[in-house]
């Protein structure tokens, strides 16, 4: 089992640019695929950005062009790179690890980071 710790949130303007880690430990990070989700007061979680254990990337509609999600194996690290922030891009961010694509499949959940936009 992997277990997953987020950092790298925090208050930032519309228009600015946040990093978001999540360090793993176990022994299945290399080939799990590693997601970032969100989820805002009211609203469902949403997936933000995954990445397979060969980089293949897929992200929601809302953040394609503007957020960058990478893995450095060699490192059990996972990044979401966040760039021209909106409003609307504030919520939790909670990372994610599982054997293949898409939430149902999750095997681990970070606890979370938040992040907020000001306009």
């Known amino acids: 089992q992997v277990q997953l710790v987020e950092s790298g949130g925090g208050l930032v303007q519309a228009g600015g640019s946040l990093r978001l880690s999540c360090a793993a430990s176990?022994?299945?990070?290399?080939?799990?695929?590693m997601g970032w989700y969100r989820q805002a007061p009211g609203k469902q979680r949403e997936l933000v950005a995954a990445?397979?254990?060969?980089?293949?990337?897929t992200y929601g509609d809302s953040v394609r062009g503007r957020f960058t999600i990478s893995r450095d194996n060699a490192k059990n690290t996972a990044y979401l790179q966040m760039n021209s922030l909106k409003p609307e891009d504030t919520a939790i961010y909670y990372c994610?690890?599982?054997?293949?694509?898409?939430?149902?499949?999750?095997?681990?959940w970070g606890q979370g980071t938040q992040v907020t936009v000001s306009s």
């Open positions: 990445i397979s254990r060969d980089s293949s990337t």
């Open positions: 994610a690890a599982g054997p293949t694509w898409g939430m149902n499949a999750v095997a681990s």
């Open positions: 176990g022994s299945n990070f290399r080939i799990y695929v």
